[in-house]
């Protein structure tokens, strides 16, 4: 079995279903890949949802090196993803970039990780093109949707616990 990365995004959802979805499919590191870690929406800038991450056994790291550069966002802004895409392409190439995608991938053979950013639809967020890169790496992509936990817990078994190639069911 192929090991995986999940990816989510925190829009349209609260730090409680959030966090439900995560422990849901067993994550056990969030992995932060905004640029500015900061959200106007309750629980999820950097400190605040450290927190809530810690208290619910999962760990945090900020990939800031993964961030979409300030140029990328504002083209995303824009609606250009075209723009967006080759930015954030670009920025994939840079030394920070590619030692941070070093560290989480091997972040990945330890912990059951998930990608998070803003988007609720990954296909317009940075997230996925880190995914693409991984891939290449051998890691398979599951894209999460933080507003229903019972979403995952329903299908619990269709889920591997990365690390160990074990399945939610059989790992309860």
């Known amino acids: 079995m192929m090991q995986v990365i ?20 067993g994550v056990t590191m969030l992995a932060d890949v905004r640029a500015v870690p900061i959200s ?5 800038s950097k400190n605040a949802l450290r927190q809530h991450l810690e208290e619910a056994g999962i760990a945090y790291r900020h990939f800031v090196e993964l961030g979409d550069p300030k140029e990328g966002r504002e083209a995303a802004r824009r ?4 723009e967006f895409r ?23 053979a330890a912990d059951v990780v998930c990608m998070m950013c ?9 997230r996925t093109m880190i995914a693409g890169e991984l891939a ?19 299908n619990a ?16």
Do not use: W
């Not at 106007?40 to 999820?44: A, I, V, Y």
């Not at 609606?79 to 075209?82: H, N, T």
């Not at 392409?89 to 991938?105: F, V």
């Not at 078994?157 to 309860?172: D, G, M, T, Y």
């Open 86 to 108: 080759t930015v954030y392409s670009r920025h994939l190439k840079t030394d920070g970039a590619i030692s941070a995608l070093a560290d989480l991938e091997g972040c990945c």
């Open 40 to 44: 106007r929406k309750k629980g999820f």
């Open 136 to 154: 290449g790496e051998g890691l398979a992509t599951f894209d999460l949707y933080a507003d229903d936990p019972q979403r995952y817990v329903r």
């Open 6 to 25: 999940y990816t989510v995004g925190y829009e349209g959802t609260t730090i409680n279903a959030f966090i439900a979805v995560l422990k849901s499919v």
């Open 79 to 82: 609606g250009a993803m075209d």
């Open 157 to 172: 078994p269709n889920f591997s616990r990365c690390h160990n190639h074990q399945s939610l069911a059989a790992a309860e």
């Open 118 to 126: 803003f988007e609720r639809d990954p296909e317009g967020c940075h």
